[in-house]
């Protein structure tokens, strides 16, 4: 039941739009609006989207052995970042597999600002606050005091220039901003989950019905939870859940960038794995949408992996989707099957993103 | 959502429109509504024999995938070809260029067992 659920500050703007809601990780969110998915989506690719994320989590690192903490727990390298930039990362389990997926920005020397799954917060704050003991540096839960939307498109840096007086070419990829929109205090961030140009927006919860109105004047299509699942597919991005999970070992999984090698939590349980199936792309060359647990076959008709998501993409028409494979048939291009409804349909393995040149 | 009076419906949210020996099957308004932009089809082969409550073709929104039942027995004698490349006819217009199939009727008084619209409406709204 919808009233059950917890909602972020924008849920009465999501009902007067129509939103269709659902529940997702204990949220009250929009699933679409009714201007439908595929809209939705060729709306980000063509234009700008608007997407409410205020349901993820908001945790501050902070004090003097931030950074060393954070180099400890996670898997990326806190210390290549530079003050105001934000990294991809990772938090390992201890055995070899996944708390949750991150994003990591260094407010300060010692200062960051940690971004889980909505999903995963809880656990996320668990682990950290435990394997904080012995540092000098405190783990803190902001979650409920930020707003979070995502304002994505080619679109997206023109109508936040018109609200702005900020030259936003300043802004690289990855790089945040503290301004004022119409006297709104915002920090702007210059990254998305959906392939295209865009930015996130932190807010006080009480700003966000103001802020979110403003971009939706300026343009911008509000978007639900359905497109950010096809446009972040098309891209190549994984979902934790999905692709990323407390068992699949991140190494053998096109993500495998992310770790770096140094010590950290787990590693003895995740570094040097065999990886007898790898996580790769792949493109149905027949009708059909591949999705989370259908069968991966090879030319012989023995199952070779299974698909961890899947859609259709609204851009190209073709089934794309991720999936495990035995590592001997995940060299791109290989030719399998995905069964569906007991049927195989030709499929090959393909390097994502699934769009553009 | 539009329940015509003249059809009668399977709780399992297909419509029968009667044509002579024959009838026209689809999803209602609220099966469309409910399952969200239509993406993929796939329909039975013309010719083949289906019983009332088969499993006989499938409609993929973006999210999810959804079974479609014979709502009576008989013989499948024409598919909706058009939805192949254009899905979304499901969602456009459900209960005329979004139909799924014919069957010619094997048995009339399978019909006495569908649902008018009020019963439809009273059905799904228990759904929703």
Redesign the interface.
Same mark, same amino acid.
């Given at each position: 039941m919808v009233s059950a659920m917890k909602r972020t500050p924008l849920f009465e703007t999501h009902e007067e739009l129509g939103g *269709?809601m659902v529940e997702f990780a204990g949220y009250a969110m929009p699933?679409?609006y009714q201007t /439908? %998915?595929?809209q939705e989506h060729l709306a980000v690719r063509q234009g700008v989207g608007l997407f409410d994320v205020s349901h993820m989590g908001e945790i501050r690192v902070i004090g003097p052995d931030a950074t060393s903490f954070l180099q400890y727990a996670t898997l990326n390298d806190p210390e290549r970042l530079r003050l105001g930039r934000g990294q991809y990362s990772m938090l390992p389990n201890d055995h070899g597999g996944l708390i949750d997926d991150l994003f990591v920005y260094r407010d300060g020397e010692q200062d960051y600002l940690v971004v889980a799954n909505a999903a995963n917060t809880g656990a996320v704050l668990r682990h950290l606050q435990d394997l904080v003991k012995g540092y000098d540096c405190h783990v803190i839960d902001e979650s409920d005091s930020v707003a979070l939307l995502a304002l994505q498109g080619p679109g997206a840096p023109m109508l936040l220039g018109q609200l702005l007086d900020v030259d936003l070419t300043q802004i690289k990829r990855n790089a945040t901003l503290d301004v004022t929109l119409s006297g709104i205090p915002a920090r702007l961030s210059r990254t998305g989950y959906t392939g295209e140009d865009g930015f996130e927006v932190f807010l006080r919860p009480t700003d966000a019905v103001a802020v979110w109105n403003m971009f939706v004047q300026g343009g911008a299509t509000p978007c639900g939870l /359905?497109a950010r699942d096809?446009l972040r597919l098309e891209a190549g991005f994984p979902l934790y859940g999905h692709e990323l999970t407390e068992t699949s070992n991140p190494l053998c999984t096109p993500f495998a960038w992310v770790v770096k090698d140094k010590e950290f939590y787990g590693r003895a349980a995740m570094w040097a794995p065999e990886c007898r199936r790898v996580l790769v792309g792949v493109r149905l060359e027949g *009708? /059909? %949408?591949p999705?989370q647990g259908y069968r991966v076959l090879d030319a012989n008709g023995v199952a070779v992996g299974e698909v961890t998501s899947g859609?259709?993409s609204?851009l190209t028409r073709d089934g794309i989707g991720f999936a495990w494979v035995d590592s001997d048939l995940s060299a791109t291009g290989t030719a399998l099957a995905v069964e569906i409804?007991g049927q195989p349909v030709a499929a090959r393995v393909a390097k994502p993103p699934f769009f553009g040149a | 959502m539009k329940t015509p009076e003249e059809l009668r419906y399977a709780t399992s949210h297909e419509w029968v429109r009667r044509e002579d020996e024959a009838v026209t099957v689809g999803i209602t308004d609220f099966a469309q509504d409910q399952l969200?932009?239509v !993406?993929?089809v +796939?329909l039975p082969e013309s010719g083949r024999h289906v019983a009332k409550g088969d499993q006989v073709a499938?409609v +993929?929104? !973006?999210?999810t995938?959804s079974d479609i039942y014979a709502p009576v027995t008989g013989i499948i004698t024409d598919v909706n070809g058009a939805l192949?490349t254009t899905p979304?006819l499901i969602?456009d217009q459900p209960y005329a260029a979004g139909w799924l199939f014919r069957i010619e009727l094997e048995n009339d008084s399978e019909l006495n067992d569908l649902l008018d619209a009020d019963a439809y409406q009273k059905s799904a709204s228990e759904e929703s």
């Amino acid at each position: 039941m919808v009233s059950a659920m917890k909602r972020t500050p924008l849920f009465e703007t999501h009902e007067e739009l129509g939103g *269709r809601m659902v529940e997702f990780a204990g949220y009250a969110m929009p699933l679409h609006y009714q201007t /439908g %998915i595929n809209q939705e989506h060729l709306a980000v690719r063509q234009g700008v989207g608007l997407f409410d994320v205020s349901h993820m989590g908001e945790i501050r690192v902070i004090g003097p052995d931030a950074t060393s903490f954070l180099q400890y727990a996670t898997l990326n390298d806190p210390e290549r970042l530079r003050l105001g930039r934000g990294q991809y990362s990772m938090l390992p389990n201890d055995h070899g597999g996944l708390i949750d997926d991150l994003f990591v920005y260094r407010d300060g020397e010692q200062d960051y600002l940690v971004v889980a799954n909505a999903a995963n917060t809880g656990a996320v704050l668990r682990h950290l606050q435990d394997l904080v003991k012995g540092y000098d540096c405190h783990v803190i839960d902001e979650s409920d005091s930020v707003a979070l939307l995502a304002l994505q498109g080619p679109g997206a840096p023109m109508l936040l220039g018109q609200l702005l007086d900020v030259d936003l070419t300043q802004i690289k990829r990855n790089a945040t901003l503290d301004v004022t929109l119409s006297g709104i205090p915002a920090r702007l961030s210059r990254t998305g989950y959906t392939g295209e140009d865009g930015f996130e927006v932190f807010l006080r919860p009480t700003d966000a019905v103001a802020v979110w109105n403003m971009f939706v004047q300026g343009g911008a299509t509000p978007c639900g939870l /359905g497109a950010r699942d096809t446009l972040r597919l098309e891209a190549g991005f994984p979902l934790y859940g999905h692709e990323l999970t407390e068992t699949s070992n991140p190494l053998c999984t096109p993500f495998a960038w992310v770790v770096k090698d140094k010590e950290f939590y787990g590693r003895a349980a995740m570094w040097a794995p065999e990886c007898r199936r790898v996580l790769v792309g792949v493109r149905l060359e027949g *009708r /059909g %949408i591949p999705r989370q647990g259908y069968r991966v076959l090879d030319a012989n008709g023995v199952a070779v992996g299974e698909v961890t998501s899947g859609a259709l993409s609204p851009l190209t028409r073709d089934g794309i989707g991720f999936a495990w494979v035995d590592s001997d048939l995940s060299a791109t291009g290989t030719a399998l099957a995905v069964e569906i409804r007991g049927q195989p349909v030709a499929a090959r393995v393909a390097k994502p993103p699934f769009f553009g040149a | 959502m539009k329940t015509p009076e003249e059809l009668r419906y399977a709780t399992s949210h297909e419509w029968v429109r009667r044509e002579d020996e024959a009838v026209t099957v689809g999803i209602t308004d609220f099966a469309q509504d409910q399952l969200g932009d239509v !993406v993929f089809v +796939e329909l039975p082969e013309s010719g083949r024999h289906v019983a009332k409550g088969d499993q006989v073709a499938v409609v +993929e929104s !973006v999210k999810t995938a959804s079974d479609i039942y014979a709502p009576v027995t008989g013989i499948i004698t024409d598919v909706n070809g058009a939805l192949e490349t254009t899905p979304e006819l499901i969602n456009d217009q459900p209960y005329a260029a979004g139909w799924l199939f014919r069957i010619e009727l094997e048995n009339d008084s399978e019909l006495n067992d569908l649902l008018d619209a009020d019963a439809y409406q009273k059905s799904a709204s228990e759904e929703s």
